[in-house]
């Protein structure tokens, strides 16, 4: 069974820095791509950012904006995503959802974690 | 960017009825969409992928069709379990997008 189980989350002063994690399990971590998307409280779904598989050399891709500021990483060792969170700003606050991705054609969005909340405020 | 939009933003059903959502891309992204469901303070679900592919575990009554610049989401006997919010994604081209969602009420 595929578990994406998201941590890290908190409350972090603006300007400030923050890791959320994601633990995968159930499936060869390696052989896919993960994504990272956000919900602001109230609002809709904004994706963040992705990281290839080892096939294409685990390269990166990011939403304007946040580009710059976070950093998608794995650890295949330890089957983890991660989401490096740098000059965090009140708008980053939101709920965190780590999403396994599937390929058909291209990759899509298959199974989502239960989400991680970062709240960014003085 | 490509820019998703959906219509209607909210809609109120009744049990039993057939409802149909509305999903248009600003540019063609042949049939590289996606449709997911979320329900209140939940993650949202995988519904249907590639346009009309639905996911392993997602219910029958749902379907999807369309291409290019034109989708559509259909609940074929609207449930309990189906008062939600509905979002359309694009994944043809980077930055991958998201339309505004659909939530599907009980009248």
């Known amino acids: 069974e595929v578990q994406l189980v998201e941590s890290g989350g908190g409350l972090v002063q603006p300007g400030g820095s923050l890791r959320v994690s994601c633990a995968a399990s159930?499936?060869?971590?390696?052989?896919?791509?993960m994504d990272w998307v956000r919900q602001a409280p109230g609002k809709g779904l904004e994706w963040v950012g992705r990281?290839?598989?080892?096939?294409?050399?685990?390269?990166?891709e990011y939403a304007a904006s946040v580009k710059g500021r976070f950093t998608i990483s794995r650890d295949e060792s330890k089957n983890a995503l991660y989401l490096q969170m740098n000059s965090l700003k009140t708008e980053d606050t939101a709920i965190y959802y780590c999403?396994?991705?599937?390929?058909?054609?291209?990759?899509?969005?298959?199974?989502w974690g239960q989400g991680t909340l970062v709240i960014v405020s003085s | 960017d490509i820019q998703m939009t959906q219509s209607p933003s909210s809609l109120s059903a009744s049990v039993g009825d057939r409802v149909t959502i509305t999903c248009r891309a600003s540019?063609?992204?042949?049939?590289?969409l996606a449709w997911f469901q979320q329900k209140p303070g939940k993650a949202p679900k995988s519904l249907i992928y590639?346009?009309?592919n639905l996911h392993r575990g997602a219910p029958s009554k749902f379907s999807g069709s369309g291409s290019g610049t034109d989708f559509t989401l259909t609940i074929s006997s609207l449930q309990p379990e189906d008062f939600a919010t509905y979002y359309c994604?694009?994944?043809?081209?980077?930055?991958?997008?998201f339309g505004g969602g659909t939530k599907v009420e009980i009248k």
């Open positions: 999403i396994r991705g599937s390929y058909s054609s291209a990759w899509y969005f298959e199974f």
């Open positions: 159930g499936f060869t971590f390696s052989d896919h791509y």
């Open positions: 990281i290839r598989n080892k096939a294409n050399s685990y390269t990166t």
């Open positions: 540019q063609g992204i042949a049939n590289f």
């Open positions: 590639a346009a009309s």
């Open positions: 994604q694009q994944y043809s081209s980077y930055p991958l997008t």
